[in-house]
């Protein structure tokens, strides 16, 4: 079973960028979808974005245009760059496969007005 440790969250204010990571105790990347998923307070998680290939992307409407999901594979690491912050992007942030699997600890975005 691969686990999958997230860090990079933080406070910021809005406005800011913030870059995420996840790294997979091995390399599924190449053949998983992978995805960074959010857990706002009071809601459901939802996915945020998503990776396919290390080439399709899609993502959410509420950060389009705004986050980036990426990854190294020699890292086996899958990141997400997430600009012009907003106060709805507090939460936090997990990244798992999809469908998802065995869910990491995540990391707490908190994003200030």
């Known amino acids: 079973q691969v686990q999958l440790v997230e860090s990079g969250g933080g406070l910021v204010q809005a406005g800011g960028s913030l870059r995420l990571s996840c790294t997979a105790s091995r390399n599924i990347f190449s053949f998983s979808t992978m995805g960074w998923y959010r857990q706002a307070p009071g809601k459901q998680r939802e996915l945020v974005a998503s990776?396919?290939?290390?080439?399709?992307?899609n993502y959410a409407d509420s950060v389009k245009g705004r986050f980036g999901i990426f990854r190294d594979n020699a890292k086996k690491t899958v990141y997400l760059q997430m600009n012009s912050l907003k106060p709805d992007d507090t939460g936090v942030y997990y990244c798992n496969q999809v469908p998802p699997a065995q869910w990491g600890q995540g990391t707490q975005v908190t994003v200030s007005s």
């Open positions: 990776l396919t290939g290390g080439i399709s992307t």
